[in-house]
């Protein structure tokens, strides 16, 4: 309520200017400086909004985070494989290790990386297991190169 009664002070002020006349350089002044204020509310409002939300810290990846490698069976649309980790709330972003050749890479689908904490490791494998459209999962191996 705070915020919306000096973003309307703000309005207003900007209104008593262009209706009095006043010269260029002063309405463009006054212009700038509400301008300013405005944005310092307006991040003053969305700032603690994110944090009170949950989106920042839900997503920030702890030090003991596994990545993991989800690979999708060859005939599952990227879409759906991308709905299905989305579903499951992890962070992943498409991609593989070194480990597997080029033609394990041409006989499977999509491959994604997942983060996944150490401790749910387990339940992450278990939970994959579920989906018939998986082809395999494994831990990321990015101590092997590409030639």
């Known amino acids: 309520m705070f915020f919306m009664q000096n973003y309307i002070t703000l309005v207003n002020m900007a209104d008593d200017i262009i209706q009095k006349g006043e ?3 002063t309405y463009t002044n006054h212009l ?17 909004m994110v944090f009170m939300t949950g989106c920042y810290m839900d997503k920030k ?9 989800v690979v999708f069976k060859i005939d599952v649309p990227i879409e759906k ?19 597997r050749d080029k033609k394990y890479s041409g006989e499977t689908g999509p491959k994604y990386i997942v983060k996944v904490p150490k401790e749910k490791i387990t339940l992450f494998n278990l939970e994959m ?19």
């Open 129 to 147: 297991k579920k989906f018939p459209q998986i082809y395999e999962v494994y831990q990321a191996d990015w101590t092997k190169r590409k030639d």
């Open 32 to 48: 700038h400086s509400a301008s300013s204020i405005l944005i310092i509310l307006m991040s003053g409002l969305i700032i603690p």
């Open 23 to 25: 010269c260029m350089k």
């Open 61 to 69: 990846t702890s030090p003991s985070a596994v990545d993991m490698v």
């Open 81 to 99: 494989a991308s709905s299905i980790l989305f579903e499951q709330e992890y962070i992943y972003h498409e991609g593989m290790d070194n480990s």
